[in-house]
């Protein structure tokens, strides 16, 4: 008997909040990107514009909570009380996968999250098989029941190999994504869930049309080892081979340059810091989950308000250190790449 997604995503945020989930062998590689200090900045903090526009609406900081839950009563809680705090900071919104309400709508209560979030950015969320299989109307009626501005498809065929009943066909999707692109009234993102994307599949991507692209990279929660975690014996062993599987978040957007993708960074975004440093390297906005999430279950919507805080004022700290007036200049600054992180360029063929 196939196991009930509820309970899947219940698993999950056990998981995520109990255990050892993330990457241990393999970083982001921002540890690997230095930015050059401006002990000059003719700065204020006050001057400083954090602000950037994000598939059609202005965000007041360049950061999205991305897509992590739905389907169960508490997951319900999680993402009202996260979808406020995107409101009140002006930043944005990911739902987790809509698979539970699509197979059962009367689960689509997990997911409303609009009337807490009246203006928020708020991304719809599928999972790219699953969208194989519905037809254009279908994907438009899961974004339009919840008030989505987007729509996510993501990209998960390692945890999937992994995950006890997971698909194992990923046939067809390249021919999916070129026909949510073309048909859907909303823009179409393409995400990772973790191990990121390489050139040659934003090269793919954009050929088809897409537009955003978050590249969900190696060194943040890695979705092999949360399956892995909750696996019979033999796929447990599988998983410890592949849990460090992936292209490092910054290796994947130092790749996609010159592709002409807008990027999300995500993938192991745990400072201020490393948010200047992904849009240094060419991100639009960077995306979290994992520490978010972990701070509402320490401390509720205020403990996730000051992690969010926080990560703006580091982001502002590094601005006034380059000398970046605005995320513009920042895109602009100098930075200075480890070798490391070069080896993965060059693997990669950034342009």
């Known amino acids: 008997m196939a196991e009930p997604i509820s309970e899947r995503k219940r698993a999950h945020l056990d998981l995520c909040e109990q255990e050892r989930v993330e990457y241990t062998g393999k970083t982001t590689l921002f540890e690997e990107v230095e930015l050059v200090h401006d002990a000059l900045p003719e700065l204020a903090v006050d001057e400083i514009d954090t602000s950037v526009e994000l598939l059609g609406k202005r965000l007041r900081a360049p950061l999205l909570i991305t897509g992590m839950t739905g389907g169960t009563a508490e997951a319900a809680a999680i993402n009202?009380?996260?979808?406020?705090?995107?409101?009140?900071?002006?930043?944005?919104?990911?739902?987790?996968?809509?698979?539970?309400?699509?197979?059962?709508?009367?689960?689509?209560?997990?997911?409303?999250?609009?009337?807490?979030?009246?203006?928020?950015?708020v991304l719809a969320n599928l999972g790219l098989v699953q969208a194989a299989?519905?037809?254009?109307?279908?994907v438009a009626a899961l974004a339009r029941a919840v008030g989505a501005d987007a729509v996510c498809l993501h990209l998960n065929p390692a945890q999937e190999l992994i995950q006890p009943g997971g698909d194992r066909d990923f046939r067809g999707g390249l021919a999916t994504i070129r026909r949510l692109v073309r048909e859907l009234p909303l823009p179409v993102v393409v995400k990772e869930t973790g191990c990121g994307i390489s050139r040659a599949v934003g090269e793919r991507l954009a050929a088809a049309?897409?537009?955003?692209?978050?590249?969900?990279?190696?060194?943040?929660?890695?979705?092999?080892?949360?399956?892995?975690?909750?696996?019979?014996?033999?796929?447990?062993?599988?998983?410890?081979?592949?849990?460090?599987?992936g292209i490092p978040t910054?290796?994947?957007?130092?790749?996609?340059?010159?592709?002409?993708?807008?990027?999300?960074?995500?993938?192991?975004?745990?400072?201020?810091?490393d948010v200047a440093k992904a849009i240094a390297l060419g991100a639009r906005v960077a995306g979290v989950a994992?520490?978010?999430?972990?701070?509402?279950?320490?401390?509720?919507?205020?403990?996730?308000?000051?992690?969010?805080?926080?990560?703006?004022?580091?982001?502002?700290?590094?601005?006034?250190?380059?000398?970046?007036?605005?995320?513009?200049?920042?895109?602009?600054?100098?930075?200075v790449l480890g070798r490391r992180l070069r080896d993965w360029v060059i693997a990669g063929g950034e342009a």
């Open 80 to 121: 009202k009380a996260l979808a406020r705090v995107a409101e009140e900071h002006g930043i944005a919104f990911g739902l987790g996968s809509q698979r539970a309400m699509q197979r059962r709508p009367e689960l689509a209560y997990t997911f409303a999250v609009r009337r807490h979030a009246p203006t928020a950015l």
């Open 133 to 138: 299989a519905l037809g254009t109307a279908e």
């Open 209 to 245: 049309g897409v537009r955003t692209v978050d590249v969900a990279g190696a060194g943040g929660t890695s979705w092999v080892r949360v399956e892995g975690l909750r696996a019979p014996r033999a796929a447990r062993a599988l998983a410890e081979v592949f849990a460090d599987w």
């Open 250 to 273: 910054a290796a994947a957007l130092l790749g996609l340059r010159g592709t002409g993708l807008e990027l999300i960074a995500s993938g192991g975004i745990r400072t201020g810091l």
């Open 290 to 335: 994992l520490p978010v999430f972990r701070a509402y279950r320490e401390g509720g919507a205020a403990a996730a308000a000051r992690f969010v805080e926080g990560l703006v004022a580091g982001l502002e700290t590094a601005m006034v250190l380059t000398g970046a007036r605005d995320l513009a200049a920042l895109a602009r600054t100098p930075v």
